[in-house]
């Protein structure tokens, strides 16, 4: 039997979703990539395990703060009014920060950061 696809594992109406959610939550969790996810105004809403060994925060001190805990101040403005820029028309943006973690040490960081966007097509 083919597996259901992850649109339709969160779209479906039958007793399987929260189980389908909770093996998404633990994929997320478990990442080996660091992962943030905000709210439309930027306020971190969840951060995983990884997010929480790279920045030596721990959650409860990002829940509800934003991204700009975590920057050095060193990254070009012109970075962050591209980052932004392209966010705010829906696209994903690449590129690289220079970050500090909480024991004040600087890293780069890679990133990818993807707008959710409102759903008016069919996945």
């Given at each position: 039997m083919m597996e259901p696809s992850l649109h339709q594992a969160f779209?479906?109406?039958?007793?399987?979703?929260?189980?389908?959610?909770?093996?998404?939550?633990?994929?997320?969790?478990?990442?080996?990539?660091a992962?943030?996810?905000?709210?439309a105004k930027g306020h971190i809403e969840f951060v995983n395990q990884r997010f929480l060994d790279v920045t030596g925060y721990a959650r409860d001190e990002l829940l509800g703060k934003t991204p700009a805990l975590i920057q050095s101040g060193m990254t070009p403005d012109a970075v962050y009014?591209?980052?932004?820029?392209t966010?705010?028309?829906?696209?994903v943006w690449q590129g690289e920060l220079l970050n500090r973690?909480?024991?004040?040490?600087?890293?780069?960081?890679?990133?990818?950061?993807?707008?959710?966007?409102?759903?008016?097509?069919?996945?």
């Open positions: 779209s479906s109406s039958d007793a399987d979703v929260g189980k389908r959610f909770a093996q998404f939550y633990i994929a997320v969790e478990q990442s080996p990539v992962t943030a996810i905000t709210d009014d591209t980052l932004w820029t966010l705010g028309e829906g696209r973690r909480k024991s004040g040490e600087l890293y780069w960081e890679a990133q990818t950061i993807t707008p959710v966007k409102t759903r008016t097509a069919r996945l």
